[in-house]
């Protein structure tokens, strides 16, 4: 398990995490998630002792970082697929770190194959397209076999086939009991990959919760609506006690109305319909929903 508890750190006059709590739990992939200097990479820096906190602990398996012997073998993880050496192989990238961690050859064999690098292995790894990078910096957070795995923004740079097998890659790592925290900007990856979510913002944790629980959240109890007569129906809806939004031609988002209530409003009046079915959130939705207040940089509507 990952603990971060209470981390508090300033730059300056700058605070960039004010208590920062969370858990990072065995068996399920961890997305976290938060805008631009929310703190998620000042959090992912202190886990593996490259920042030191103010203020609060951050453990892995009940111990920090620097206590660790052989960290490769209790923590892997990637916050920057570009911190390599160009000119050197990616194949001796991989034994060179495997070296300094005391662990055998044979671990490069296997990360190359569960990273999909085994064709190109042996070329430079300065010429590595981006998703190449990322499978390589994977490989390298891998080859400790560690219960614990940390991936920044894993997902960038990936092809469909990439992100596909990253999806899945990931799941299948948690599956085993592993704890794998993942940060990302894209919302619909980490629907698909993520059981849980943390949210931060402003150097805190705004919501500690499973997926599924943030989708219904946000999802509430509306229902989606197609009528050839939009006009028609909402008159009716909203005589019926709904909040209607209009978000399509043809297509009604209904507010404080079950569905039943909707076919049986529209029916009474003999307002035709095609669909009448509960609204589904995206994680983005919920995600937008829960930062808004926590946004530090944004355009300004013209």
């Known amino acids: 398990m990952i603990e971060v508890t209470d981390l508090r750190k300033?730059?300056?006059?700058?605070?960039?995490?004010?208590g920062m709590t969370f858990r990072v739990r065995p068996g399920q992939v961890t997305g976290f998630v938060g805008p631009n200097g929310a703190g998620k990479s000042t959090t992912m820096r202190i886990i593996l002792g490259l920042d030191a906190a103010d203020a609060g602990t951050a453990l892995i398996a009940g111990r920090p970082y620097r206590?660790?012997?052989?960290?490769?073998?209790?923590?892997?993880?990637?916050?920057?697929?570009a911190a390599l050496q160009p000119s050197r192989s990616a194949r001796n990238h991989l034994r060179w770190l495997a070296?300094?961690?005391?662990?055998?050859?044979?671990?490069?064999?296997?990360?190359?194959d569960q990273a999909g690098l085994r064709s190109v292995i042996r070329r430079r790894a300065g010429g590595y397209s981006l998703g190449m990078r990322?499978?390589?910096?994977?490989?390298?957070?891998?080859?400790?076999?560690?219960?614990?795995?940390?991936?920044?923004?894993?997902?960038?740079?990936?092809?469909?086939?990439?992100?596909?097998?990253?999806?899945?890659?990931?799941?299948?790592?948690?599956?085993?009991?592993?704890?794998v925290l993942v940060s990302s900007h894209l919302m619909g990856e980490l629907e698909d990959t993520a059981d849980h979510l943390v949210v931060a913002g402003r150097g805190r944790v705004i919501a500690d919760a499973s997926v599924a629980?943030?989708?219904?959240?946000?999802?509430?109890?509306?229902?989606?609506?197609?009528?050839?007569?939009?006009?028609?129906?909402?008159?009716?809806?909203?005589?019926?006690?709904?909040?209607?939004?209009?978000?399509?031609?043809?297509?009604?988002?209904?507010?404080?109305?079950?569905?039943?209530?909707?076919?049986?409003?529209?029916?009474?009046?003999?307002?035709?319909?095609?669909e009448v079915s509960a609204h589904r959130a995206t994680l983005e939705d919920a995600y937008l929903?829960?930062?808004?207040?926590?946004?530090?940089?944004?355009?300004?509507?013209?």
């Open 99 to 112: 070296c300094s961690q005391g662990l055998p050859a044979r671990r490069v064999d296997e990360v190359v």
């Open 289 to 302: 929903r829960l930062t808004k207040d926590a946004v530090e940089f944004s355009a300004r509507a013209s």
């Open 10 to 18: 300033r730059y300056g006059a700058v605070t960039s995490l004010d």
């Open 134 to 179: 990322q499978r390589l910096g994977i490989a390298a957070a891998l080859l400790g076999d560690p219960p614990a795995l940390m991936l920044d923004e894993p997902f960038n740079g990936m092809d469909p086939e990439g992100i596909s097998w990253l999806r899945g890659f990931l799941r299948a790592l948690a599956a085993e009991g592993r704890a």
């Open 67 to 81: 206590a660790l012997r052989r960290p490769l073998t209790q923590v892997g993880a990637m916050l920057d697929a």
């Open 213 to 274: 629980s943030l989708i219904a959240a946000a999802s509430g109890h509306r229902v989606r609506l197609r009528t050839p007569a939009p006009a028609e129906a909402a008159k009716i809806l909203a005589e019926a006690g709904a909040e209607v939004a209009v978000t399509a031609p043809d297509a009604l988002l209904i507010d404080n109305l079950s569905p039943e209530r909707t076919v049986a409003a529209l029916t009474t009046h003999g307002v035709p319909f095609s």
